[in-house]
């Protein structure tokens, strides 16, 4: 099977200091990877030169496309690295903020994506967006609310909306649950975990929370120093961590 997802020998240095060095694996349909480390570890790094927030040193970010086969995203031009990142791609923010216009109503936020690739039907989009808060468990009469309205968690989830919509292949997660309460962080993962499986999604998910990706993530990678020390399926690598740094992740949890 061909990987949806390839990144190889990803490396990014900021002068003396690395941010990743030499990251590579491959991603298939339907699976989500998650990343782990402490703040500092490259984690974060290596998700913004995946998604293409930031230019690597070194490697290749190779996607399957729909009508080109696989491609280095890294190499493609502008307005094509635009046009995956709107119809295939999606980002969800750890701050909703960041991903969401504040001043746009929450249907205007969703329909905005629609408009992106090409939807001009008002009601069409209009529809789709309150089916859309519908999945994310926001109440259709929020439509014509702006998020400023809206609770953390309900912002959280109008971004999942905002950038699933549109019916992407795979979807880069930043924290998605970093600061929000414990309660709310469960209903959102509970929330993303059903939108994953029902839509068969690719994900990458960057967390220092293992249980976020004890519950999402099909594999797991630990960074440390912006190199990755272990890496295998989920269950394995955190019921019986091989690497000293992993060992310590999962008893720092263990002792909480």
């Known amino acids: 099977m061909t990987p949806l997802l390839s990144v190889q020998g990803i490396t990014k240095k900021y002068g003396a200091h690395i941010g990743c060095a030499d990251v590579s694996f491959d991603l298939y349909p339907g699976e989500v990877m998650g990343i782990v480390g402490e703040s500092g570890s490259g984690k974060s790094t290596l998700l913004?030169?995946?998604?293409?927030?930031l230019t690597p040193d070194a490697g290749k970010v190779v996607f399957d496309t729909r009508t080109d086969g696989p491609r280095d995203t890294l190499t493609m031009s502008e307005p094509e690295r635009r046009m995956l990142g709107r119809t295939d791609w999606a980002f969800v923010h750890q701050h909703a903020r960041d991903g969401l216009r504040m001043g746009v109503s929450a249907g205007g936020n969703v329909g905005e994506r629609l408009m992106a690739v090409g939807?001009?039907?008002?009601?069409?989009?209009?529809?789709?967006?309150i089916d859309w808060l519908g999945r994310v468990e926001i109440d259709a009469d929020r439509v014509d609310d702006r998020p400023t309205t809206f609770s953390g968690?309900?912002?959280?989830?109008?971004?999942?909306?905002?950038?699933?919509?549109?019916g992407p292949r795979l979807v880069f997660m930043d924290e998605p649950t970093g600061g929000l309460d414990v309660s709310v962080q469960a209903r959102l993962l509970d929330l993303l975990r059903g939108l994953v499986r029902d839509m068969g999604?690719?994900?990458?998910?960057?967390?220092?929370?293992l249980a976020v990706v004890r519950l999402l993530a099909d594999r797991l990678m630990v960074m440390k120093s912006g190199r990755v020390v272990e890496a295998g399926l989920t269950d394995q690598v955190l019921d019986d961590p091989q690497h000293a740094y992993s060992q310590l992740l999962v008893s720092s949890v263990l002792q909480v």
């Open 48 to 53: 913004g030169c995946m998604a293409g927030h």
């Open 119 to 129: 939807e001009r039907h008002y009601g069409d989009i209009r529809d789709k967006a």
């Open 153 to 166: 968690g309900m912002q959280q989830r109008l971004q999942i909306a905002r950038n699933l919509v549109t």
């Open 201 to 209: 999604l690719s994900a990458v998910i960057v967390t220092h929370d």
